[in-house]
């Protein structure tokens, strides 16, 4: 069985950077796509960024030149590079396995339904 554990996150003010960790067990890391979700008090969780197993990266516009997804696949583990960050950005924040082979994961990594395994998610709060 999978286990994604989350780590990093916290409170800061608005212009700070953090990094989150999402530290994957029980299966091949380096297979799989990676994605980081979040979901603000009363809003549906929403895409941030994902990267292939292959190292190609997709950002949501939001995050866009701010943040940065990668992988250590020597460490099974995946990050988020989170700069300049806003109040706008306070959600939980959870990271996603896909293990499918199927083709096409450009047109489906901002789907929830894609992924087979979760992170517990971690709070970011930003104050202006």
């Known amino acids: 069985q999978v286990q994604l554990v989350q780590s990093g996150g916290g409170s800061v003010q608005a212009g700070d950077s953090l990094r989150l960790s999402c530290a994957a067990s029980g299966g091949t890391f380096s297979r799989y796509n990676m994605a980081w979700f979040r979901q603000a008090p009363g809003k549906e969780r929403e895409s941030v960024a994902a990267?292939?197993?292959?190292?190609?990266?997709y950002y949501s516009e939001s995050v866009k030149g701010r943040f940065s997804i990668s992988r250590d696949n020597e460490k099974n583990t995946a990050f988020l590079q989170m700069n300049s960050l806003k109040a706008e950005d306070t959600a939980v924040y959870y990271c996603?396995?896909?293990?499918?082979?199927?083709?096409?994961?450009?047109?489906?990594?901002?789907?929830?339904?894609?992924?087979?395994?979760w992170g517990q998610g971690t709070q970011v709060t930003v104050s202006s």
């Open positions: 990267i292939t197993r292959g190292g190609m990266s």
């Open positions: 996603a396995a896909d293990q499918s082979t199927i083709v096409g994961y450009s047109g489906r990594y901002k789907a929830e339904g894609s992924y087979d395994y």
